[in-house]
């Protein structure tokens, strides 16, 4: 008889429930201040996505901004009501890949080479993108480096914390390095700026049709080759390497369907779109996630925070050397499932398109690439060596 799925709430769970917070705020932070969303309605609604998919996957499903999309978003200045149109867009065309099955048609041409090749290169940016936010910022988001000594003593102290603790599940760490340090800085006396609206945590938002091309065009376009080999064909695998039994209810059509219904209603009600990126998979299950308890957590505080306006400012007392050393250890988690690639055709081609990923910041280029290499060096190798016992 098979063991049933259950969620835990254990010590470990608690610790990986905040482990993708590192890839989450910053454009969290970005999209509030750049694109004026309401702190309260973003975190409420994520919040949300994270307690579904916690009860239904049971394993730790992360939910974060659409990455490309978001980007995209801070640099144009779209609108809120632009964005929410494009997230309930952008869900109904993700449903219907997945109800027509043709997420499960384009998974045929996603070998694990092709897939573990998108987690390196994900992996990669993440690192940079850590790296970039301490180097960019100061010990908050959007400020200088008046505390430059401050930045660089919790970035160090804390990555030492993390690399021995990594080996003690046990220990929260993750809650106690996030605790301390807002300790050490507030004794400090150092706080953020404040340059976020407030607002309800959902607003009734009808789509804005004429947006449909330009969110097409300048949008989601851009954002569906990474959704779809990041955000499902790596987040499926991601999942199964971690968690293996645990995540058998989880699939590519299941994740591409819930990616589209979450942001069909998040489109309604006024938030930005959501995907479950394998980055924050690999988040969770570095600090010590294994169940969908740990998304159950992370998701009631999300909701907490949002409902309770004083505490929608408490996240931006999280220093941001804190989120990018956690960034960083995030980074060599998806990075290091390369090494379960068995031969050195596969992880010739995995390099490739992690390396081409990181140096053009196109998944499609990558993927194109390393399929192209990857039928050539399999014809190369069968035409060459079949002789071979």
């Given at each position: 008889m098979k063991r049933s799925l259950k969620n835990q709430f254990s010590v470990a769970e608690w610790s990986g429930a905040v482990g993708d917070l590192g890839t989450m705020l910053p454009l969290a932070f970005a999209l509030i201040i750049f694109n004026q969303f309401p702190p309260q309605r973003l975190f409420f609604l994520w919040g949300?996505?994270?307690?579904?998919?916690?009860?239904?996957?049971?394993?730790?499903?992360?939910?974060q901004p659409l990455k490309a999309m978001a980007v995209i978003a801070i640099a144009s200045g779209f609108s809120v009501a632009q964005l929410s149109s494009a997230a309930f867009f952008y869900g109904i065309l993700m449903v219907l890949l997945s109800a027509t099955g043709a997420i499960r048609g384009l998974e045929r041409w996603f070998s694990p080479a092709l897939v573990r090749g998108v987690q390196l290169g994900i992996g990669l940016i993440l690192l940079q993108k850590a790296l970039m936010m301490i180097h960019s910022n100061g010990?908050?988001?959007?400020?200088?480096?008046?505390?430059?000594?401050v930045k660089i003593l919790l970035f160090s102290v804390v990555v030492l914390v993390l690399f021995v603790m990594q080996f003690i599940r046990k220990i929260p760490v993750s809650i106690f390095v996030i605790a301390a340090s807002i300790g050490v800085t507030g004794f400090l006396g150092l706080a953020p700026a404040h340059s976020w609206v407030d607002g309800r945590a959902f607003h009734l938002q009808i789509p804005q049709f004429d947006f449909l091309f330009a969110g097409l065009i300048y949008l989601m376009i851009p954002q569906l080759p990474l959704t779809l080999g990041n955000a499902v064909f790596a987040?499926?695998?991601?999942c199964h390497s971690f968690w293996r039994e645990q995540a058998k209810r989880v699939s590519s059509s299941?994740?591409?369907?819930?990616?589209?219904?979450s942001n069909i209603v998040i489109g309604l009600l006024g938030g930005f779109p959501i995907c479950h990126g394998a980055g924050g998979i690999a988040a969770h299950a570095k600090f010590g996630a294994k169940t969908g308890g740990s998304t159950i957590i992370i998701g009631s505080l999300l909701i907490i925070v949002a409902l309770i306006n004083p505490l929608a400012e408490f996240l931006f007392y999280i220093p941001i050397p804190i989120l990018g050393a956690m960034l960083l250890f995030t980074s060599w988690s998806l990075m290091a499932l390369v090494k379960k690639l068995p031969g050195r055709i596969e992880l010739m081609v995995a390099v490739t398109v992690g390396a081409i990923s990181f140096f053009t910041r196109n998944l499609t280029i990558a993927l194109l690439a390393g399929l192209g290499l990857e039928y050539t060096l399999n014809f190369v190798n069968k035409r060459c060596f079949v002789v071979r016992p």
């Open positions: 949300l996505v994270y307690l579904i998919t916690g009860w239904y996957y049971r394993v730790p499903v992360a939910v010990v908050y988001f959007n400020q200088g480096n008046a505390a430059l000594w987040a499926n695998d991601a299941r994740l591409g369907f819930s990616i589209g219904l």
